[in-house]
């Protein structure tokens, strides 16, 4: 069974994280609301697929985003 990943709060607006899959070969979290995402992590397979999702959940949950700007 697969574990279940928990995504806290955005950190720069309490908007909902999601995990969004670039072209079956990266992933990062990104704001709903604002756009703040953290870096992408790359994978090839599945099992660096689940362990790429792990670490931008874990990057997420601490914070370490890059905060987007309303211009951008």
Known sequence: MDKIIELEECPCCRGNGMLIHEGGWSVQVECADCGSHTVYVEYEGEEQKRIAEEKVAML???????KANISE
Do not use: L, P, R
């Open 60 to 66: 997420w949950n601490i914070g370490k985003v890059i």
